[in-house]
């Protein structure tokens, strides 16, 4: 099945202009659920101006 994990991401400069990230996954829920802290740990290693705020794994 396939999965969207889902982040709401703020600016480290100004925690009010956030937004959603969406990062595809496929597989079991409980994968998605698993996998998603290192996916979530990656973004932000990629995209240091930006912090996440929440995320969640959603079906597509």
């Known amino acids: 099945m396939l999965f969207a994990i889902l982040m709401t991401v703020c600016r480290a400069t100004d925690p009010s202009a956030?937004?959603?990230e969406r990062v595809e996954?496929?597989?079991p829920a409980m994968g998605c659920i698993v996998s998603a802290q290192p996916v979530v740990v990656d973004w932000t290693d990629r995209h240091p101006k930006w912090t996440v705020k929440s995320?969640?794994?959603r079906p597509r």
């Open 18 to 20: 956030c937004h959603e």
């Open 55 to 57: 995320w969640k794994c």
């Open 25 to 27: 996954f496929e597989g």
